[in-house]
């Protein structure tokens, strides 16, 4: 194939683009009306309270724990199958790390080995302060599970729901809140919808988010109330906390709002698209990440893993596709294997099923403009390349 066919890929519409230039030619390139409208429009659809839309996913996670109360000498875990902000977040406030090993089949984090970790931090007086699972792929963690070991060992929970905007849990929207504290979205390009770079937490209690909001710009009030001291004039304002200037604009959320009307339809492709693969794969040893029935995943990435192949065997396939056009990828090196982590002092070996994974896993091509010619030639060529390193 002559083009190259990349693992994820925004769909950008001339509406969207008509929605950005309206702003540009509007008094407001920021701080307009379009921001709290994307809030409450992606508040509206997930059924949660609040949304604070940030400038990345990653700042949205930042103010999350901050809302938190993490700080140093707390402890925070997450999973060890994830992009480097899911824990980055948490050392930005000083706090320790931990990870939690995955279920091979699923790629989330194993509530069989949180369930341990949780019981050994018990008797050591070690328990984290908040768990951030990851809904891997666009799937979603047992969040009840989650929600009550909770409420047993005394842990606050954040969503990293990059991933998984518009897929559902038990019937009902990711980003709902009902098993957890906040819940964080990315609007990266390579996610479900975009809004250039840009995220957001969602939250069912006020509080959270009003200290968000707060630290998303500057730690400043411009609410009397709040203030320590009666306001001098209409300019004043006072910078109560030490915050951050973590805001999106109104351009952005301009093609975030426009974007949010194609979520349901993109999924839904998204859906059609994963059907062919899991058909084209069943009876051999390319093998899809399982899809449990309490899911309705968001589809953000299609991986599978390659069974019974060496990981020199993966590497030479990886190499292969790329070489023909075939924009495959990798998600994740597992976290504890950066350096940078490894000399916070995690040591490969410490997460064995994860890195198993690592191993196996390829990131196949999955976006709404992927059409089905494409999709046999990533499947032909992969089924072929499996065959002949397996022989
Ligand atoms: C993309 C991603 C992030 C970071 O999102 P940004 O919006 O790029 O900051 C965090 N966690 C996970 C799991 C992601 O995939």
């Known amino acids: 194939m002559a083009e190259f066919i990349p693992y994820g890929r925004q769909c950008i519409t001339q ?55 993490v700080g140093q000498g707390d402890r925070v875990w997450t999973s060890v199958n994830s992009f480097v902000a899911s824990s980055n977040c948490a050392l930005y406030c000083g706090a320790q790390i931990d990870f939690i090993d995955i279920d091979i089949a699923t790629g ?37 599970a989650i929600s009550n070991l909770a409420t ?25 809140c009902q098993y957890s504290d906040i819940c964080i979205f990315s609007f990266h390009p390579v996610k479900i919808i975009t809004s250039g770079e840009g995220g957001m937490a969602l939250t069912n209690q ?63 492709k998204r859906h059609q698209l994963a059907k062919r693969y899991i058909e084209a794969f069943q009876g051999t040893h390319i093998v899809p990440l399982d899809q449990t029935p309490l899911n309705y995943s968001a589809y953000h990435l299609f991986v599978v893993r390659l069974a019974g192949l060496s990981f020199r065997s993966k590497q030479h396939i990886f190499n292969e596709l790329r070489k023909k056009n075939i924009g495959v990828n990798l998600h994740y090196i597992p976290i504890h294997l ?42 032909e060529r992969l089924k072929r390349l499996y065959l002949k390193e397996a022989s």
């Not at 009003?210 to 306001?231: D, F, V």
């Not at 990131?363 to 010619?373: D, I, K, M, S, W």
């Open 152 to 176: 047993e060992y005394g842990f606050r929970v954040i969503e990293d729901a990059s991933h998984a905007i518009g897929g559902q849990y038990l019937s009902q929207p990711i980003g709902r």
């Open 108 to 144: 989330n984090l194993s509530i069989a080995a949180l369930i341990k970790k949780l019981k050994q931090a018990a008797t050591n007086n070690t328990l984290p302060k908040v768990l951030i699972p990851v809904h891997f792929a666009g799937q979603s963690c047992d969040m009840q």
């Open 206 to 268: 006020a509080a959270l988010w009003k200290k968000m909001q707060l630290l998303r710009s500057h730690g400043i009030t411009r609410e009397s109330a709040e203030m320590r001291e009666p306001s001098h004039g209409d300019w004043y304002y006072q910078q109560i906390e030490l915050g951050y200037n973590y805001r999106m604009t109104d351009i952005h959320a301009a093609l975030g709002l426009r974007q949010l009307n194609e979520l349901d339809t993109w999924v839904a």
């Open 338 to 379: 950066h350096p940078y982590y490894q000399q916070l002092g995690f040591k490969q070996g410490d997460f064995p099923v994860a890195e198993q994974y690592y191993h196996q896993a390829l990131t196949l091509p999955l976006h709404p403009g992927l059409n089905e010619q494409q999709q046999d030639y990533v499947i």
């Open 15 to 69: 509406a969207d683009i008509d929605a950005v230039v309206d702003v540009l030619k509007s008094d407001n390139l920021t701080q307009g009306p379009l921001v709290p409208a994307f809030e409450q429009a992606v508040a509206k659809y997930c059924q949660a309270k609040y949304a604070l839309a940030c400038n990345s996913a990653t700042s949205a996670l930042h103010l999350a724990c901050l809302a938190l109360g």
